[in-house]
């Protein structure tokens, strides 16, 4: 089985084609510089591979996204003069498998062509590196389960990836109550039987939300709960699940018990939930003081303004300075649309999706997995 291979650009791509001419499994079918064609030549091909020249094309995101949307046996590699962190996460968020610099370099060009190959031939997709999103507050009815849920589920929408949403407010079942789920695993069950957890099982067990990458872990609701869960069961679940998943976003209860502050401690982004009323910022004051003194990096931990009010006695301005960092992202006040979302047991974004808080996730979950992404 032979990859077509067809190249895309203004120039003459010699180094190119040298590497490609050495690799056997891909076949060079033709170079262009006629976009509109490509899509003509797709729709003869079955497993296909093209080389985008991101300069040329005036990095036409919407052309990568459309193409890899359409026809899903295609792998994109674009490659471009000027390379940035911007540039790369904008490219492999349109659905392209790697961004290579010009000059070409063996190693990169090698890396992107073995990922192609491992999707392509051996069925293998690679999992970018596992990201932990914890969504904390020490009050509760702040947005946590809200903020949570519908973050996880526009990740998954956004990156295509395996997203899991944990509730690690064992006790209360939030997360089973906001989907309507009727979990049939538990995740008790599961921080007692960490030796039997791998990749396979977490990925075909775990409750999808329709048919996104979202897999959702929480206990039924009217199981009992475990009450003295170690943060070494909570370690063992992160590592376990890191190995099945791209990201996981964490539910906590209200305070600062140890299971949350483990998952803190452990998280590579913290999005501390508050509203803009004195007495809830200055709590969110105090907990980004003791969390400074715990976490390696206090950058990790952001700031999200729940329930915001444009016209709001409290400005941002006013909160930032409070709290001597800039606000993470903001979602609105939107009793309406959140209301009836936890009356059907929905995310935001199934009841609308144009309303201002559907947005708000998007944008946050945007935000986020630009954030993690620059992350070593
Ligand atoms: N942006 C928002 N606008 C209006 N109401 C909201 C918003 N976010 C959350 N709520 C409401 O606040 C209540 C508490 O939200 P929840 O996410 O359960 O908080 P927590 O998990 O912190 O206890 C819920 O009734 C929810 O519908
Ligand atoms: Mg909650």
Same mark, same amino acid.
């Given at each position: 089985m032979v990859i077509s291979t067809i190249i895309l650009s203004d120039s003459e791509e010699k180094v190119l084609t040298n590497y490609l001419e050495?690799? /056997? !499994? =891909? #076949? $060079? $079918?033709a170079q262009t510089d006629? &976009?509109?064609k490509i899509y003509d030549a797709l729709n003869e091909l079955s497993k296909a591979l093209l080389f985008v020249n991101l300069d040329y094309m005036e990095e036409d995101f919407h052309f990568i996204s459309s193409l890899t949307d359409r026809y899903k046996d295609l792998r994109i590699i674009a490659f471009t003069k000027t390379p940035s962190v911007d540039l790369m996460i904008k490219t492999l968020r349109a659905g392209a498998s790697a961004l290579l610099s010009l000059p070409f370099l063996r190693s990169e060009f090698d890396a992107a062509i073995e990922k192609v190959k491992n999707e392509l031939l051996h069925n293998k997709k690679e999992k970018s590196k596992c990201r932990i999103i914890t969504v904390f507050s020490n #009050? *509760? *009815? %702040? *947005?946590k389960t809200s903020i949570a849920s519908n973050l996880a589920l526009e990740l998954a929408k956004i990156t295509k990836e395996d997203v899991a949403l944990v509730d690690l407010? =064992?006790?209360?079942g939030d997360v089973t109550t906001f989907w309507d789920l009727k979990p049939t695993f538990d995740l008790t069950y599961m921080v007692n039987n960490?030796?039997? $957890?791998n990749k396979d099982f977490l990925l075909n067990t775990l409750e999808r939300y329709? +048919?996104? &990458?979202l897999h959702i872990l929480a206990d039924p609701p009217y199981f009992k709960g475990a009450d003295n869960i170690s943060s070494s069961q909570i370690l063992g679940l992160f590592e376990a699940l890191k190995s099945a998943f791209s990201y996981v976003v964490i539910d906590t209860s209200a305070g600062f018990d140890d299971k949350t502050m483990t998952a803190v401690k452990n998280s590579d982004l913290t999005l501390l939930v508050t509203v803009a009323n004195l007495p809830a910022l200055r709590n969110s004051q105090r907990c980004l003081e003791l969390f400074a003194s715990q976490?390696? +990096? #206090?950058? +990790?931990i952001q700031v999200v303004v729940n329930?915001?009010? /444009? +016209?709001? !006695? %409290?400005t941002s301005e006013d909160i930032e300075k409070l709290l001597g960092q800039s606000i993470f992202e903001k979602v609105p006040n939107n009793y309406f649309t959140m209301m009836s979302a936890i009356n059907k047991g929905m995310p935001v974004s199934d009841i609308n999706k144009d309303s201002n808080v559907a947005k708000a996730y998007k944008q946050l979950a945007l935000r986020v997995s630009d954030f993690v992404y620059r992350l070593k």
């Amino acid at each position: 089985m032979v990859i077509s291979t067809i190249i895309l650009s203004d120039s003459e791509e010699k180094v190119l084609t040298n590497y490609l001419e050495q690799q /056997e !499994e =891909f #076949k $060079l $079918l033709a170079q262009t510089d006629d &976009s509109d064609k490509i899509y003509d030549a797709l729709n003869e091909l079955s497993k296909a591979l093209l080389f985008v020249n991101l300069d040329y094309m005036e990095e036409d995101f919407h052309f990568i996204s459309s193409l890899t949307d359409r026809y899903k046996d295609l792998r994109i590699i674009a490659f471009t003069k000027t390379p940035s962190v911007d540039l790369m996460i904008k490219t492999l968020r349109a659905g392209a498998s790697a961004l290579l610099s010009l000059p070409f370099l063996r190693s990169e060009f090698d890396a992107a062509i073995e990922k192609v190959k491992n999707e392509l031939l051996h069925n293998k997709k690679e999992k970018s590196k596992c990201r932990i999103i914890t969504v904390f507050s020490n #009050k *509760g *009815g %702040i *947005g946590k389960t809200s903020i949570a849920s519908n973050l996880a589920l526009e990740l998954a929408k956004i990156t295509k990836e395996d997203v899991a949403l944990v509730d690690l407010n =064992f006790q209360l079942g939030d997360v089973t109550t906001f989907w309507d789920l009727k979990p049939t695993f538990d995740l008790t069950y599961m921080v007692n039987n960490l030796d039997k $957890l791998n990749k396979d099982f977490l990925l075909n067990t775990l409750e999808r939300y329709k +048919n996104t &990458s979202l897999h959702i872990l929480a206990d039924p609701p009217y199981f009992k709960g475990a009450d003295n869960i170690s943060s070494s069961q909570i370690l063992g679940l992160f590592e376990a699940l890191k190995s099945a998943f791209s990201y996981v976003v964490i539910d906590t209860s209200a305070g600062f018990d140890d299971k949350t502050m483990t998952a803190v401690k452990n998280s590579d982004l913290t999005l501390l939930v508050t509203v803009a009323n004195l007495p809830a910022l200055r709590n969110s004051q105090r907990c980004l003081e003791l969390f400074a003194s715990q976490v390696k +990096n #206090k950058d +990790n931990i952001q700031v999200v303004v729940n329930r915001y009010m /444009e +016209n709001d !006695e %409290i400005t941002s301005e006013d909160i930032e300075k409070l709290l001597g960092q800039s606000i993470f992202e903001k979602v609105p006040n939107n009793y309406f649309t959140m209301m009836s979302a936890i009356n059907k047991g929905m995310p935001v974004s199934d009841i609308n999706k144009d309303s201002n808080v559907a947005k708000a996730y998007k944008q946050l979950a945007l935000r986020v997995s630009d954030f993690v992404y620059r992350l070593k």
